[in-house]
């Protein structure tokens, strides 16, 4: 299996609960690795920019609102199969459907404030990594 990266954000609800450390602890126990890590408070344009694949949706103005209501920590990942790895992490986008032992389950509180984000393919990761990192901030 090919070693891969992804793009994690820790999201507003979370960091607001002080998870951050419960939840990168999940991350690293599943062994994916830190590649580049900040904490970051996004501004709109930011946050449109980034869900700019969703901005047909209902849910786009209030998601860009949640987002940007408090700080975030975007993360790079690496580690075999990684993408997949912490799609299955995270758990539903629904955390009252989200399996026992996902990050979803553990602490996502509605289906917008679920704690986590994770690309969902390898087009993605690279476009979302690349969209919050330069490559000499890449440095785990
Ligand atoms: N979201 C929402 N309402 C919905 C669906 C999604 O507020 O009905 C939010 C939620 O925070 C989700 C994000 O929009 O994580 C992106 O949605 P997507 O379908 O891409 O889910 P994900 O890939 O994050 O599981």
Redesign the pocket.
Same mark, same amino acid.
């Given at each position: 299996m090919a070693i891969e990266k992804t793009f994690s954000i820790i999201?507003p609800d979370a960091v607001k609960r002080g998870l951050i450390a419960e939840i990168l602890k999940m991350i690293t126990d599943s062994g994916l690795k830190i590649k580049g890590m900040k904490m970051i408070h996004m501004d709109r344009a930011q946050a449109e920019g980034f @869900?700019a694949? +969703?901005k047909e #949706?209902?849910?786009f103005g209030?998601?860009v609102d @949640? %987002?940007i209501s408090g700080p975030v920590v975007v993360s790079c990942l690496e580690g075999e199969n990684a993408i997949e790895k912490y #799609?299955v992490l %995270?758990g539903?986008? *629904?955390p009252a459907q989200a399996a026992p032992g996902t990050i #979803?389950a553990a602490y996502g509180l509605?289906?917008? *404030? *679920?704690s986590? +984000?994770?690309s969902?393919g390898p087009d993605t990761a690279k476009t979302e990594v690349a969209y919050f990192f330069n490559d000499d901030e890449l440095v785990g």
């Open positions: 999201k @869900y694949v +969703h #949706r209902p849910f209030e998601l @949640y %987002m #799609r %995270m539903a986008t *629904n #979803r509605d289906i917008q *404030n *679920n986590c +984000h994770g969902d």
